[in-house]
């Protein structure tokens, strides 16, 4: 089991970096890491670092919702998609973590 945990969190880390890299090429302004917006130099408020998490986790739901009705819509999601965003979850997180 502690050998999944070590992949996981290896992955985690993995994810980090590549928020990290959308970030310098642009794709957003400030992750949940950062304490100011770099666009303003105010602080990054908690309730907008939740709302990247929460995203996160509504990605999550919709792929559960569909994978859990069988519907058409739920073509092309797996279980290989859902512990992506799961991945992804625990990324944002751990950035916000690192913030405080």
């Known amino acids: 089991m502690l050998e999944n945990t070590s992949?996981?969190?290896?992955?985690?880390?993995?994810?980090?970096?590549r928020q990290e890299q959308l970030k310098q090429e642009g794709k957003f302004p400030w992750s949940c890491e950062d304490l100011f917006n770099p666009d303003?130099?105010?602080p990054i408020p908690f309730s907008e670092k939740f709302v990247v998490?929460?995203?996160?986790?509504?990605?999550?739901a919709d792929i559960v919702c569909k994978l859990m009705a069988r519907r058409k819509?739920?073509?092309g999601v797996s279980v290989d998609k859902l512990?992506?965003?799961?991945?992804?979850v625990a990324a944002v997180a751990v950035a916000w973590a690192e913030s405080l």
């Open 83 to 88: 512990r992506e965003e799961l991945i992804q």
């Open 7 to 17: 992949v996981v969190l290896t992955e985690v880390f993995n994810e980090r970096q």
């Open 40 to 42: 303003n130099h105010e």
């Open 53 to 60: 998490l929460a995203e996160e986790v509504g990605e999550v």
């Open 73 to 75: 819509e739920a073509k």
